[in-house]
C-alpha cells in the first residue's frame, strides 16, 4: 500500500505541474516521516539522517561529473561555431540528395552527438541554425522542427551519452561498454531517419538540391576539421581506455575552448561567465533529480519492490521476448510521460533485476532503455526534442508531432531490432573489450 501511495503521489504532483524532483522527492520524504510506515523503534530523527545522507550519496560520484563538463562542451560548440561548421559540411555530403537539409541536419547531429552526450543541446544547437534555412528553402515549419527533433533524439544514443552516463552509475555496468553498445544503433537511427526524410521530401517536393562537388566538399573538410576532431578524440579516449568518460568529458570542454576560441574565433572570455551558467544550470536540474531520486529509490527499495515486481512479471509465464516486450512497451509509455533522468532513476533499480529473466545482458539492456526513452523525447506530452524545436520553428506541439509520426515509426523499426538481433548492440564492445 506505501508503494502504491509513492507513486500516486508522483504522478498526480507530475500532472499539477511540480517540478519533477520535487515530484519524485516530496511524497519520499513524506511518506518516510509518516507514523507507522517504518517500526516505531526507528526514530524520526534516524530518519531525516538517512535521508540527508541519502541525497549527498546520490550525486556522489565521480562519474556523475561528466555531467555538468558534458552539458559545458555542448553550449561551448554551439555558441563558438562549432555546429555551423558540421552542418555545411554534413551539407556537402548530402545536400545532392531529396531533402538534401533534413539529410544534413541529421548527419550533423550525429556528429555533434559525438561530443554533447545530451539530446536537448544537440537540438537547439543544430535546430537554430537548420530550421530557419529550411524555412527559406521552402520546407514545412512543423517538417523541419521534426526533422530537428529526431536528429536531436540521437544526442543521448551515440556516445557520449548521459542517460548511459546514469544508467552505469546506478547499475555499475561499464559505461565504456555502453558507449560501444550506442554506436551501431545510433547509425542505424540516422539512417533510417535519413531514408524516411528522403522518401518524404521526394514524394512531396519539398526543398532544393545541390550538385555533389567533391570541391566543396574538400573545401568545408578544411574548415571543419579541427570540429571533427572532437568527436574522434572524445570517443576514442573512452573507448580505447585512455581516458575515463569523466575526463573525457573534461577533454571535450578543452578541446571546445580551444577550436571556438584559438581557432573559429567566434568565443570571447567575455561570453563565458554567461555560457558556463546556462549550461550549468541545466546540469544542476539533473544533478537535483539524481538526488531526489536516490531517496525516492531507497525506500521503493526497502519495501521490496524489484523483488515484489519480478514475481509478479515471472508469474505471467511470458518466455524472455515476451518478457522483453512488455518491458520495452512499459518503457514506451513512461518514457512519453516522463523526463528522461527521472524515468531512469525510477525504473533502472526496479527493472535491471529483471535481464536474466528478459535473456538480455546488462549493457543490451542498458542501451534498450536509453533508445526507449530517446525515443520518448520525439512524443508528446514531454518530449524534450520537440519543445525545443517548437520553439525554435515556431509552431505547434500538435502540428510537430503529426509531422514526426513517420520518423518515430522509423524509431520503433530500429528499436526492434536492436531488442532482437543482440549483435547490433553487444558486437562492438566485444570486439573492443574481448
Not at 517540478?19 to 522527492?25: H, T, Y
Not at 548530402?94 to 559525438?114: E, L, N, Q, T
Not at 565504456?176 to 512531396?204: D, E, H, Q
Request: proline residues 6%.
Amino acid at each position: 500500500m506505501t508503494i502504491l501511495t509513492l507513486f500516486a503521489l508522483l504522478f498526480l504532483l507530475i500532472a499539477l505541474g511540480l517540478p519533477i524532483a520535487l515530484s519524485i522527492g516530496v511524497p519520499a520524504i513524506g511518506i518516510m516521516l509518516t507514523p507507522g510506515v517504518f517500526p516505531s523503534s526507528v526514530q524520526i530523527s534516524a530518519l531525516g539522517q538517512t535521508i540527508v545522507q541519502l541525497l549527498f550519496a546520490g550525486v556522489d560520484s565521480f562519474d556523475l561529473l561528466a555531467v555538468p563538463l558534458f552539458m559545458l562542451a555542448g553550449a561551448i560548440m554551439e555558441t563558438g561555431g562549432i555546429s555551423r561548421q558540421l552542418i555545411d559540411f554534413s551539407d556537402s555530403l548530402v545536400g545532392w540528395m531529396p531533402g538534401g537539409p533534413a539529410c544534413a541536419c541529421i548527419v550533423a547531429s550525429m556528429f555533434f552527438a559525438g561530443i554533447s552526450g545530451s539530446a536537448a543541446a544537440d537540438t537547439a544547437a543544430i535546430g537554430a541554425i537548420v530550421i530557419p534555412a529550411m524555412i527559406r528553402q521552402g520546407y514545412p515549419p512543423a517538417f523541419a522542427a521534426a526533422v530537428v527533433a529526431a536528429g536531436g533524439a540521437i544526442g543521448v544514443i551515440i556516445p557520449p551519452s548521459i542517460p548511459m552516463v546514469i544508467f552505469g552509475f546506478l547499475t555499475n555496468v561499464s559505461i565504456a561498454r555502453l558507449f560501444a553498445g550506442g554506436v551501431m544503433i545510433g547509425l542505424l537511427f540516422g539512417c533510417t531517419f535519413m531514408a524516411v526524410s528522403v522518401w518524404i521530401c521526394w514524394r512531396k517536393g519539398y526543398g532544393t538540391r545541390q550538385a555533389f562537388s567533391w570541391i566543396r566538399i574538400w573545401h568545408l573538410f578544411k574548415e571543419a576539421v579541427w570540429a571533427l576532431g572532437a568527436p574522434i578524440i572524445v570517443l576514442g579516449g573512452i573507448l580505447s581506455g585512455i581516458v575515463t568518460v569523466t575526463e573525457a568529458a573534461a577533454l571535450a570542454v578543452f578541446y571546445a575552448l580551444m577550436v571556438s576560441m584559438v581557432f573559429n574565433r567566434q568565443l570571447t572570455w567575455k561570453e563565458m561567465p554567461q555560457l558556463i551558467l546556462r549550461s550549468q544550470i541545466i546540469a544542476a536540474t539533473i544533478l537535483f533529480i539524481i538526488a531526489m531520486a536516490k531517496v525516492f529509490t531507497w525506500l521503493v527499495a526497502m519495501k521490496q519492490t524489484p523483488q515484489l515486481l519480478g514475481t509478479a512479471l515471472t508469474s505471467l509465464g511470458l518466455p524472455p521476448s515476451g518478457l522483453l516486450l512488455l518491458v520495452m512497451a512499459g518503457l514506451l509509455i513512461i518514457g512519453c510521460v516522463m523526463e528522461t533522468t527521472a524515468a531512469l532513476i525510477l525504473l533502472v533499480p526496479v527493472l535491471s533485476v529483471l535481464t536474466p529473466h528478459m535473456g538480455v545482458d546488462p549493457v543490451q539492456f542498458g542501451v534498450l532503455m536509453v533508445i526507449n526513452l530517446a525515443v520518448g523525447m520525439l512524443t508528446p506530452p514531454v518530449g524534450i526534442c520537440l519543445f525545443v524545436s517548437c520553439s525554435i520553428a515556431n509552431v505547434t506541439l500538435g502540428e510537430v508531432s503529426r509531422a514526426a509520426l513517420p520518423l518515430i515509426a522509423a524509431a520503433f523499426v530500429a528499436l526492434l531490432i536492436a531488442c532482437f538481433w543482440p549483435p547490433m548492440t553487444l558486437w562492438l564492445p566485444s570486439v573492443i573489450y574481448h
